[in-house]
């Protein structure tokens, strides 16, 4: 049973809380995360063992900074929504909050700036899905000579920018490639071969993968970078006249 019961209309129930069951007066943020509706879910399940009158936080526009997932489920439930009014807040605001309860993502962070129109966000979220790497993966491939710096962090604040697309395009085909042949999806597998396609001219992937085909079992997966550069190096250079040194690549 629930522990009070919905009001039709909103009041001032206590200084600068309101409560109300016209949902509609409330509106989505531009740019803020999708609805997970699984959270929406284990929300409203709690809400009918005991209903817990906690304000959402909106700004001046009714805008929803923070508590979408219990907008959401309390009008699932029809129970009234209690909320504050913070002036001037925004989606700073609003990743700040979430960055206390449910972390966003690096994903709810790809499709808010893509909400906002960021066109090299918009470019990333294409890439992945016209090659099929990773988020992690495509922002390294896209943000290419910048290997071994915070690109998350760069990334999170909006500041990420694709450096040589066409370039981007043509290691992602050759990682490709190389997917048929070692485990790319290993994060140090995957840095190693990023870092020979993107600072090293001499390296061929046509090579390294004629010379998988007769010395796949010499290639193991190694605990960093620099280890796993050397294996590939050995099998690169196996029976080659002019010997290519690859372990200057960090």
């Not at 699984?38 to 923070?66: A, C, F, G, T, W």
């Not at 992945?128 to 071994?148: A, C, E, P, V």
């Not at 993107?198 to 046509?206: R, V």
């Not at 280890?227 to 590939?232: A, K």
Request: charged share 30%; aromatic share 12%.
């Amino acid at each position: 049973m629930f522990k009070i019961q919905p009001t039709p209309a909103p009041s001032n129930i206590a200084g600068q809380i309101f409560y109300t069951t016209d949902y509609g007066i409330f509106k989505e943020l531009l740019g803020n995360r999708d609805i997970d509706e699984r959270h929406v879910q284990k929300l409203i399940k709690s809400m009918r063992e005991e209903y817990l009158e906690i304000p959402i936080q909106v700004n001046q526009k009714m805008e929803v900074i923070d508590g979408q997932h219990r907008l959401a489920a309390c009008k699932e439930l029809g129970l009234p929504i209690y909320y504050t009014i913070n002036k001037g807040a925004g989606l700073e605001e609003t990743q700040r909050q979430n960055a206390l309860s449910k972390k966003w993502t690096m994903m709810d962070v790809l499709d808010s700036y893509c909400k906002r129109g960021f066109d090299d966000y918009i470019k990333t979220k294409s890439f992945i899905y016209d090659y099929g790497f990773t988020l992690y993966q495509s922002i390294q491939i896209l943000h290419i000579n910048q290997i071994g710096r915070d690109v998350n962090a760069i990334f999170r604040l909006g500041n990420f920018q694709i450096k040589d697309l066409k370039k981007s395009q043509k290691i992602a085909k050759d990682l490709i490639r190389l997917k048929e042949f070692v485990p790319i999806q290993d994060i140090i597998i995957f840095r190693s071969f990023l870092s020979l396609l993107t600072k090293c001219e001499e390296f061929s992937t046509d090579v390294f993968i004629e010379k998988m085909k007769y010395q796949s079992q010499r290639f193991k997966k190694q605990r960093d970078v620099k280890m796993q550069i050397e294996v590939i190096e050995d099998i690169y250079n196996f029976r080659n006249r002019f010997k290519v040194n690859l372990r200057i690549i960090k």
